[in-house]
């Protein structure tokens, strides 16, 4: 076992490992959900609604940018 974790010190993490547990969750849960959707729908229909929300998130950020 860690020598830090056996003296009661804690273990911190940057922001920077923090967003790339959080980044590789959401990509393990994205497969899990494709896995998941493909068994109830068609390979086009999910496939166009990942572009739609794709656009959509989009059009969210970048709607500053767009509107000029």
Do not use: D, Y
Request: proline share 1%; hydrophobic share 60%.
């Amino acid at each position: 076992m860690n020598k830090a974790l056996l003296s009661g010190q804690r273990l911190w993490i940057s922001r920077q490992e923090a967003a790339l547990l959080v980044i590789t969750v959401i990509w393990g849960s994205a497969f899990l959900l494709i896995r998941m959707a493909m068994g109830h729908s068609g390979p086009m229909f999910f496939v166009g609604m990942r572009f739609i929300l794709a656009a959509a998130l989009a059009m969210l950020i970048f709607r500053k940018t767009c509107g000029e």
